[in-house]
């Protein structure tokens, strides 16, 4: 069987990287790993029992990635501590390997799924968009979900993340040499789609789907 692409998708938070991941996994037919959520697991369960993040990264629980909670600012924010911690890296590393190994191929996003996870992967895409741009998304996002919050809070959070995450010594968040850039600042979901799309297929992978 031929191996299919494996696909690895980095930026910072609210770039859109995790939508565009979800609907090329979906127009590929490939399985899609949010490493995000790893992250987000290791940060909220060491947050509400206390435990050493290393500890619990290497005995993470199927049952520890299904919490509502996951998704919220809180997580995200206990996700980018624990994720400077080298251990944790360490820990989660080979499980993120295996899954970009599956003979089908694989779509991954995440901060560095081109640069330390799949550092062979076929296609790399680096999604950015400004601090403002990110910013409005997530709070208009939050306010739809009834969340009760300013929007210079959101941007702050937004900023505090992306520099723990750029600075960090372990695998910080920067483009592989050979990423695509695709800046979504003025694009939506479709036209971030359609330019990812129009990359992939022009390094010759195409959807065999019906
Ligand atoms: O993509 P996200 O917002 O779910 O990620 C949450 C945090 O996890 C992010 O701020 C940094 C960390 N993270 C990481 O360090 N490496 C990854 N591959 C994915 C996420």
Known sequence: MTKGPVIAIDGPAGAGKGTLARRLATHFGLPHLDTGLLYRAVGLKAEKTGGSPAEISAGLEPSDLADPELRTDEAGQ???KVAVIQQVRANLLDFQRKFAAQATGAVL???DTGTVICP???VKLFVTASVEARAERRYRELRAKGVDTIKPRVLAEMAERD??????AAA???????????DT???DADAAFAAALAFIERKGFRSTGP
């Not at 520099?163 to 960090?168: A, I, N």
């Not at 910080?172 to 695709?182: C, E, F, S, T, V």
């Open 78 to 80: 206990a996700a980018s």
């Open 109 to 111: 996003d995440g901060r």
């Open 120 to 122: 062979d992967a076929p």
């Open 163 to 168: 520099r723990r995450d750029s600075e960090r």
């Open 172 to 182: 910080p968040l920067k483009a592989a040499p050979d990423a695509y850039h695709l």
């Open 185 to 187: 600042s003025d694009m």
